[in-house]
């Protein structure tokens, strides 16, 4: 399942090297259950116009991928800003880096797993509708060929940490990292091997 990310992510820098940019990221966490809202809440990210973009690709995932995808609404802005860099390599390749500390961070219930449409975080919350705690974030992030120049093997992903506090004042440490890289082989019996994804929801 992949999440959409607003703003075009990385794809938002451009010379000079450094760039600030209001980049959203909403992922799942399929080992807590929970959709995760970083740099926007549930109900800015979760708009009309998204949640139609949603229906529209479980329609086409249930109907076997027939036609042409739905094309994707404008995501919204995140609230802070985020910092970022970016360095060429000597074989063309452009690589990127965001880091960011302070954010607003979501934990919102998922949906029943058959429930679930898989197609984004605003249809797969709606059933359940809890939000199951939030505070602050802090947010890494790099992409090796983030312009898909296929000069260099790219790695890319993400990983953050949060203080969180539920709705009967509970305080949690949460923290999530995940890593894709294109040298990737997926088994019949398990996850792609080129694919590290954890996340871990503890009481503090």
């Known amino acids: 399942m992949t999440m959409a990310v607003g703003s075009g992510a990385f ?25 995760v809202f970083v740099d926007t809440s549930r109900k800015a990210y979760c708009t009309p116009e998204v949640e139609i973009f ?3 690709l479980i329609d086409r995932i249930e109907g076997g991928f027939v036609g042409a995808s739905p094309e994707e609404p404008a995501f919204p802005d995140g609230i802070e800003l985020i910092s970022g ?7 063309g390749a452009a690589m990127a880096s ?6 607003h961070i979501g934990l919102w219930e998922l949906d029943a797993p058959e429930d679930l449409g898989l197609a984004g975080p605003c249809l797969d919350t709606d059933d359940a509708n809890t939000m199951s705690a939030s505070g ?5 992030g790099h992409d090796n060929d983030f ?9 890319f992903g993400e990983r953050g940490r949060a203080s969180v506090m539920d709705d009967n004042g509970a305080d949690w440490a949460y923290s999530w990292k995940l890593n ?3 040298k990737c082989y997926t088994p019949d019996d398990g996850p792609p091997s080129c ?4 996340a871990t929801l503890a009481a503090r």
């Open 11 to 35: 794809a938002a820098a451009s010379p000079p090297d450094r760039f600030e940019a209001p980049i959203v990221n909403a992922h799942p966490d399929f080992e807590n259950n929970l959709a």
């Open 54 to 56: 949603e229906a529209a």
């Open 85 to 91: 860099k970016t360095k060429a390599t000597d074989q």
């Open 98 to 103: 965001i880091k960011a500390r302070g954010l």
């Open 136 to 140: 602050a974030s802090t947010l890494q």
């Open 147 to 155: 312009d898909f120049s296929g000069t260099r093997g790219n790695s």
């Open 180 to 182: 894709l890289n294109s």
């Open 195 to 198: 694919l590290l994804e954890t």
